[in-house]
């Protein structure tokens, strides 16, 4: 018999699950038996279901849908959002344009999973995820130096001793 499918969500710590028919759900709510479900592609979407608590217990017919979508399922939505996924982690950890980030990564995917996800509709998202892993502007230049040595990206741009060397005249070569 076929089980109800769990992958990792979008958000911190969260699961979907789903049955393969195109429609994906995120836990709402927990009663002592059953897991309540709500539409994961659409926050407007009245789409809910349940299942019982019990992994074992969790057979596809065991989902059961207590109220209807509102959208036609969404086959490509686990590897759109994978490609989402993926994107963003390149732009928390590399110094990549996000034009390019996005280019080289849709290439990687069915084009129909790239379509879904133009430009447009990352960049906000992109921005968000550099500047949160980059950490908060500091304040003095005191904090600027100490944050640029910790930058692992600046490691091309100091010497091969340490950054303090960098503003050593002996160091310097002589003419």
């Given at each position: 018999m076929a089980m109800v499918s769990e992958v990792?969500?979008?958000?911190?710590k969260a699961t979907v699950y789903h049955?393969?028919?195109g429609y994906f759900y995120y836990k709402n709510s927990t009663d002592r038996n059953?897991?309540?479900l709500r539409c994961a592609?659409?926050?407007?979407?009245?789409?809910?279901?349940?299942?019982?608590r019990q992994p074992e217990a969790r057979l596809a017919s065991s989902l059961v849908t207590s109220r209807p979508h509102n959208h036609p399922p969404q086959p490509n939505w686990l590897d759109v959002?994978?490609?989402r996924t993926s994107i963003l982690r390149r732009c928390e950890t590399t110094?990549?344009?996000y034009r390019q980030i996005q280019r080289e990564e849709s290439e990687r995917v069915d084009i129909d999973v790239a379509a879904e996800l133009p430009y447009h509709a990352l960049s906000k998202a992109m921005q968000r995820a550099r500047r949160a892993a980059n950490?908060?502007?500091p304040s003095t230049l005191q904090e600027y130096g100490?944050?640029?040595?910790?930058?692992p990206r600046n490691e091309r741009t100091r010497t091969p001793t340490d950054v303090e060397s960098c503003y050593d005249l002996s160091y310097a070569p002589s003419y």
């Open positions: 990792l969500g979008l958000k911190f049955i393969g028919d059953k897991f309540y592609v659409s926050k407007l979407c009245p789409g809910r279901g349940n299942m019982p959002n994978t490609l110094s990549t344009p950490g908060p502007v100490e944050a640029l040595a910790q930058n």
